[in-house]
């Protein structure tokens, strides 16, 4: 399948494009998208926003999709999904 | 009576011991509301300009508002106004606890301690009734233990009061000694050695009132509702699951970490001390108060070793920054030893690791010799000398009693150029917060009454970086999206006015991060006018905000301040030596002053003096404050 991810505003600086287009496979997980944006992207996001020995989001960044965050990493994704990476946090 | 407060003020004499109840007076709270409000009314006018805040003529404030309630999102803080021993001007610092809501409960909406007592003394507020009792037995005991033997003492059939106490620190006069409910802090600006120099050790509440709700029913509703809002914001499960130290990579990555007493604005460390703190420090999230929704607060501890801690709330962005970033410190272990320290004894953690970074430069320059220190090896990046250092300054041994006076005062005592190194606003430590990440903090900084604040009453960094808003779109405030954090035009201007909404929090006793998680100036206007019966609506509330800023700048100028003490430091306003932005000269602020001009001209003020207007104090309804003040 192929989804499209996009960077959310805030977070554009930390990534080296604002939007990825990732194949994966037909019953891929929101694990599996963390895993391929760190093959595809990893070496290129900022160690402030990704964590590259995990190969997932540092901190309090979240994958939204049609309006929700998306929690579980065993949350399956479709087909043409568009799916936003946001960062939330920034006070204290 | 005045619907949606307990309806007493609680005045308590330390030096007669008297403890009178006043009612809440309606105009007045219409005007100021509570919190900084309030107090910054009570204190303006019984306060004469240039009294020793350490003297007895100094006045303590414990504030609340009709919204400090369990029930309403981020209704558990109580906020402590007093002229400050640090600054020598306005002083107030919030804490998130209980504390607040069962002052209600027993009865009031407002402390004033006024005088001294010849003997130390706790007071014990009982549904209604006031008491001082004797407290030569908590003497020389620190917060956790003056607060066990008060709960055990003023238990009423098993229940717990709450208590808020002063630690050893409060007691030795440091001028940036913190009031303490447990592990939480009312912080900034020294009001623990107020307490201190006025003999009173603690404050217990408990009580079993209810405030009388104007419309209860829609009260409820609203807030509910407000509930609601928070609880779906994204911003909220950010908070919950990381607590404010989750924003220590990104800060770092931005420009936002003041490293190494200010001479960077990052260091490259956030990611790891982040993940380390995460991995073997972080035990469960928790709110500071009974209801929170959003719960940012980390219980915390250090497992083993030589600088092993109970388990404490502790590891806030802040703190740990002060015991990392400011040192040059990549040791977690005394991070959250320090930070679990400075509640112990009741120290702000922001200043107390401003403080030992400036002692570190000042070692470092050949103004502080060994000799000097005792011995002690005061290099970048010592873990082991931070504890050290720190009891030093909390019961004022050895160096420790300059360090105790912050970083102004004991600039000017060691001189040799120590003032190069003592970054500060007003008198008061910059906190974890860098304006070479964003310019409207600069302003933020240079303008806040209290002096160099990150968060009364606004973050400016998250408008300019985290491009929030709160709500303030409808008010004129422009799209953070739109702006660049390293424009300076017009960077006054959204300052002068986000400053009306971000000081509301600090006003209606709540915590400021709900107004991040979703709260606007209309939510809050909503259950204010439901809690009193008020017509009161956010463009009244934002007026209520303005005015609070500038009665606390009466405040302020009366003491002498003016547009020469809204200056930024000059390492502030340099390329950092080192890090991300050592080649990035568009981080710096470059005309600051213009930047300065154009927010007293939002303000309405004066832009040679910084004085308020005359104009605009009469469109506050201020003019009386004028004529009382002695300014000519």
Sequence with gaps: ?92 | MVNGYSGQILRVNLSDKSCTPEPIDGVKARKFIGGAGYGAEILYSELKAGIDPLGPENKLVFATSPLTCNVVAGGGSITVCFKSPLTGVWGESRCGSNFGPDLRRAGYDIVIIEGKSEAPVYLAIVNGKARLEDAQNLVGKDVYEKTDLIEAAEAINGKKPTVMSIGQAGEKLVLFASIMARDRAAGRSGGGAVMGSKNLLAISVSGTANPNHAHAEGFGTATREAIRTVKNSEMRDGFNKFGTIGDMPANDEDGDWPTQNWRSNSWGKGAALFDEFQEDYLVKAKGCYSGCPIGCARVCEVKGGKYKTPVHEGGEYESISAFTSFLLNQNMDTAVYCDYLCNKWGLDTISSGAMIAFAMECYENGILTEKDIDGIDLTWGNSEVLPVMLEKIAFRQGIGDILADGVRKAARKLGDGAEKFAIHVKGLEGPAHDPRSGKVLGIAYGTANRGMCHIHPLEGMAFDRGKMHWGMLAHGARDPETVDRWDEKGKGADCALLQRALVLPDILTTCKFMSYAGLDPEHWAQMLAESTGWDIDAEELLQVGERVINIQRLFNMREGLGRKDDMLHERVLSVPEFGTYQDETECVIHEYEAMLDEYYESCGWNVETGMPGKVKLQELGLEEYLLKSELT
């Design chain 1, 1 to 92: 399948m192929k989804i499209i991810l996009k960077i959310n505003s805030t977070m554009k600086r930390y990534f080296p494009a604002a939007e990825f287009h990732l194949k994966l496979e037909n019953d891929a997980t929101l694990s599996d998208l963390y895993k391929e944006l760190g093959f595809v992207a990893g070496a290129d996001i900022s160690s402030a926003v990704w964590n590259h020995k995990k190969n997932r989001p540092r901190g309090p960044v979240f994958m939204r999709s049609e309006a929700k965050v998306l929690k579980d990493e065993n949350h399956p994704l479709f087909d043409g999904q568009i799916l936003e990476l946001k960062r939330f946090l920034v006070g204290g």
